[in-house]
């Protein structure tokens, strides 16, 4: 976290302490009682985070997803992704750690400042895991109709990959 | 959705296991994921809670206020029913510059808080929040500091990549807003 991220984190800080400090002890029960409702949050949302990370370990420990990527890197090869991008495009949307680690691996292996590794990384930073984020925000205020959500986010990440490659070829190509 | 992904992917699971003999794997993932979930919980549990207490103070002394009277052109713009209320207003353009400055699991109070305001101003709201929820699976941020935390890693010029990401994530977010509201037209 440096540059901008720790000088907003700074800011909120400094004015939360200012408050506190000009407006004295109403301000800081309210500081206390906020922190404490995040606690009654992190209880709301730890049952989704079960469900979310179990079912999402076991497709990947199952090789479901290796075999979905075996399958489409050749189809994507066309469309210009490496083959060693592709299982970060599938592991991406269903496990943040997951396509961290692979991403490690990517620039262990063939260098971070390569086209493949680039492209990469431009998938995994302009999305988030999807899966999760979805459940998270959906759970913490019990809408249990989702509507459209889940084939939207599918589309919009299906769209970024798109975007990255176009991107990644106008920037590092 | 997550009753039905949960059911399809445990499925898909079970079966991929036994076809390639991933059952042992497959099982240790039950355990070791029920256990990450937990880990993950307690050790964003610090951040989560220390934000919405500053959330709150930043609200009693009216800094979100000001921040949702700047942002309002925009987020009038992405979530019409915004509009309707002061409240929702706020709450939505505090989530959207939080999470914008990428600072991780410190942006799910301000989130949560967003969707709440949201989906209690009737259906038009609940439309808004479901955008709200599907443009959050594909953040605009300034500075993704996990992500960039392992590339400066292993190389020196770590950050070629952000103009690069924020073409691709801002375009992906019009696209998708474009999306939310084509699907909502289909819909009703």
Redesign the interface.
């Given at each position: 976290?440096?540059?901008?991220?720790g000088y907003?984190?700074l800011a909120?800080?400094a004015?939360?302490s200012l408050?506190?400090l000009l407006?004295g002890d109403g301000?800081f029960s309210?500081?206390?009682?906020?922190?404490?409702?995040?606690?009654s949050?992190?209880f709301r949302?730890?049952p989704?985070?079960?469900?979310?990370?179990?079912?999402?370990?076991?497709?990947?420990?199952?090789?479901?997803v290796d075999?979905f990527s075996r399958a489409f890197s050749a189809l994507f090869k066309h469309f210009g992704i490496p083959g060693e991008v592709t299982p970060i495009i599938f592991v991406r949307p269903i496990s943040s750690s997951g396509a961290?680690s692979l991403?490690?691996a990517l620039?262990?292996n063939s260098?971070?400042?390569g086209f493949s590794a680039?492209l990469a990384?431009?998938i995994?930073?302009?999305?988030?895991a999807?899966?999760f984020?979805?459940?998270?925000?959906?759970?913490?205020?019990g809408?249990k109709k989702?509507?459209?959500?889940?084939?939207?986010?599918f589309?919009?990440?299906g769209?970024?990959v798109a975007?990255?490659v176009i991107?990644?070829n106008m920037?590092?190509g | 959705?997550?009753g039905r992904?949960?059911a399809v992917?445990?499925a898909?699971?079970?079966i991929?296991?036994c076809i390639?003999g991933?059952t042992n794997?497959?099982a240790?993932?039950?355990f070791?994921?029920?256990a990450?979930?937990?880990t993950?919980?307690v050790s964003?549990?610090g951040i989560?809670?220390?934000?919405?207490?500053?959330?709150?103070?930043?609200d009693?002394?009216g800094?979100t206020s000001v921040i949702g009277r700047v942002l309002s052109p925009v987020v009038e713009l992405i979530f019409p029913s915004a509009r309707q209320s002061e409240e929702a207003r706020e709450a939505v353009s505090c989530a959207a510059a939080v999470s914008f400055?990428?600072?991780g699991n410190?942006s799910?109070?301000s989130?949560?808080r967003a969707?709440?305001s949201l989906?209690s101003l009737g259906r038009s709201g609940?439309r808004d929040?479901?955008a709200?929820?599907?443009l959050?699976?594909?953040?605009v941020?300034?500075?993704?500091?996990?992500?960039?935390?392992?590339?400066s890693?292993?190389?020196a010029?770590?950050y070629?990549?952000l103009?690069?990401?924020w073409?691709?994530?801002v375009?992906?977010t019009v696209?998708?807003i474009l999306?939310?509201r084509i699907?909502?037209r289909v819909?009703e």
């Open positions: 976290m440096t540059a901008v991220g907003a984190v909120v800080m004015a939360v408050a506190v407006s301000m309210e500081l206390i009682s906020g922190v404490r409702s995040g606690i949050l992190i949302l730890l989704t985070f079960i469900i979310v990370i179990v079912s999402t370990r076991m497709l990947l420990a199952s090789g479901a075999v961290f991403l490690s620039y262990e260098g971070a400042d680039r990384t431009v995994v930073g302009s999305c988030d999807m899966i984020s979805l459940s998270l925000y959906f759970s913490s205020v809408i989702t509507r459209y959500a889940l084939p939207c986010a589309l919009m990440f769209f970024c975007v990255s991107i990644c920037f590092f | 959705m997550l992904f949960f992917s445990v898909v699971s079970a991929s296991a390639f991933n794997e497959v240790n993932a039950v070791a994921g029920s990450e979930a937990v993950l919980a964003m549990t989560v809670c220390l934000w919405s207490g500053a959330l709150r103070v930043l009693k002394c800094v400055l990428g600072v410190a799910i109070p989130g949560v969707m709440k989906s609940e929040a479901v709200l929820a599907v959050s699976s594909a953040p941020q300034l500075f993704p500091s996990t992500l960039m935390a392992i590339r890693a292993y190389t010029n770590a070629d990549v103009p690069a990401i073409c691709c994530s375009t992906t696209f998708g999306l939310c699907c909502a819909s």
